[in-house]
């Protein structure tokens, strides 16, 4: 099917694109890579949007070291996110996350901040910045707000971005030294949406587990992080099995959901114990 | 509605190498301005939604989908289509490959393919089948069961790594 759009404005910087937001009277749509918009666009799951084209807005792009911590800009494209040699030595979770999503061709154009803004509870994304504990900078007119990503994704598709806001960027804790990323995921085909997915990071500060495809958001598996801190990775795989309560679809049910994470878990902690065995 | 949004966008880019200057709807896709505007209709527009492939072009250097980025915003970019691609050569013995082994049937594919097939063939080096096959995972084709496209490609890769080197 064909777009059906409202009007189209490209906006040349930060502020233009706030201000077009905000005269939009409610209709704006930020498009950035468009990768999941103009898809969305085409099947007429939104029609009559006002396009803010933030696409050329060149200060919201890159990666910069601010010392503890790596600042991502939002339209930073999932090619960039690979091949950064900042980001795979200080957030590994997102260079290695990146090889699950979609293909080559869509790649090129998608970008984090879209895929953060979208919120899809398949995505990859959302669930690295969770486990990375990551820090999300929005602005909007009247100034600009951090949001801690355990606070960013609402619902299915939703975020605590307010009327009139952009996401511009996040920053991410660098990892220390001997700190373990890994990204696991089940899907049916190459660059499918997971069945389930699950990010790990462990630090000296404890374990953090992160899951998608298994609820309407990005979830933070609270108890199976606390057990692997006491080294009971069995007692971590059963409180996941007690925490996760994932949906059945045409996909997968909701009780092979629940295993796949389970059975993720294990594989994401015998590849820690294998790397420094 | 507010005069900052418009309905059609002036835009300047080149395709093929040749520089092009339109004014188009808002909200129609590159592939469909490369195929109704320009008459360029070697990109295919199938899915619509980015699963399928067959409208891959490159655009500023790299395989991008057609269908997911809108005419708009390709203002100012450098973009190359099969066609292009095949008049300058470029794809010549990936072409060539693709016939010797059968590499297609119905064809409808085929652009897409080539396309993608030619951004991992530049970077250089013989990519494993594993390899080809996941760079390649983006593009669907109904036909062949993919053996023989990875064959194609796996041959052009080869061939141009015995040239380098001789």
Redesign the interface.
């Known amino acids: 099917?064909?777009?059906?759009?409202?009007?189209?404005?490209?906006a040349s910087d930060l502020r233009h694109a706030l201000e077009?937001l905000s005269?939009?009277?409610g209709l704006g749509r930020v498009?950035a890579g468009?990768?999941s918009l103009?898809?969305a666009?085409?099947?007429r799951l939104s029609a009559g949007d006002?396009?803010v084209?933030i696409?050329r807005v060149s200060d919201l792009s890159g990666v910069s070291d601010t010392g503890e911590r790596l600042l991502i800009g939002a339209l930073t494209r999932h090619?960039e996110i690979a091949g950064n040699p900042l980001i795979r030595e200080h957030a590994p979770l997102l260079s290695r996350a990146v090889q699950y999503i979609?293909?080559?061709?869509?790649r090129?154009?998608g970008t984090i901040g879209g895929a953060l803004a979208h919120a899809d509870p398949a995505a990859e994304f959302p669930a690295c910045i969770l486990a990375l504990g990551a820090t999300l900078h929005i602005e909007g007119l009247h100034g600009r707000r951090d949001v801690a990503a355990e606070d960013f994704f609402q619902d299915i598709f939703e975020t605590s971005i307010g009327e009139g806001e952009i996401l511009t960027g996040i920053s991410v804790p660098k990892a220390e030294a001997g700190e373990a990323h890994l990204i696991e995921e089940v899907a049916r085909?190459?660059?499918d949406y997971a069945l389930a997915g699950l990010c790990l990071v462990k630090r000296a500060a404890g374990h953090r587990v992160a899951l998608f495809s298994v609820g309407p958001k990005p979830l933070l598996a609270r108890t199976a992080m606390t057990a692997l801190d006491r080294g009971d990775v069995e007692g971590a795989a059963k409180a996941l099995h007690d925490e996760l309560d994932p949906p059945s679809d045409t996909q997968a049910s909701g009780a092979y959901r629940r295993h796949l994470a389970q059975v993720l878990l294990r594989r994401a902690v015998a590849r820690i114990e294998g790397a420094t065995a | 509605?507010?005069e900052?949004?418009?309905?059609k966008?002036d835009i300047s880019l080149t395709v093929n190498g040749e520089p092009v200057e339109a004014r188009v709807?808002?909200?129609?896709?590159l592939t469909?301005f490369l195929r109704l505007e320009l008459g360029l209709t070697g990109a295919h527009a199938s899915c619509?939604?980015?699963v399928c492939?067959a409208c891959?072009v490159q655009v500023d250097g790299?395989?991008?989908?057609g269908?997911?980025?809108?005419a708009?915003?390709a203002?100012g970019a450098e973009v190359w289509t099969v066609e292009g691609l095949s008049d300058t050569d470029a794809i010549k013995d990936l072409q060539e490959a693709f016939v010797a082994r059968n590499a297609l049937q119905c064809g409808f594919c085929t652009p897409g393919m080539l396309v993608?097939a030619k951004?991992l063939l530049s970077r250089g080096g013989i990519p494993s089948r594993q390899e080809i096959?996941?760079?390649m995972?983006?593009?669907y084709c109904r036909c062949t069961g993919y053996e023989a496209i990875v064959d194609a490609v796996e041959t052009v890769a080869r061939a141009r790594a015995g040239k380098g080197a001789a």
């Open positions: 099917m064909k777009a059906s759009v409202g009007g189209y404005a490209r077009l005269g939009s009277g498009l468009g990768q103009i898809a666009m085409n099947m006002l396009l084209d696409s090619v979609a293909h080559a061709a869509i090129n154009r085909r190459s660059g | 509605m507010n900052a949004f418009r309905d966008v709807p808002a909200g129609q896709h469909d619509e939604h980015g492939g891959t790299a395989p991008i989908r269908c997911l980025m809108l708009p915003q203002d993608a951004d096959r996941e760079h995972s983006g593009n």
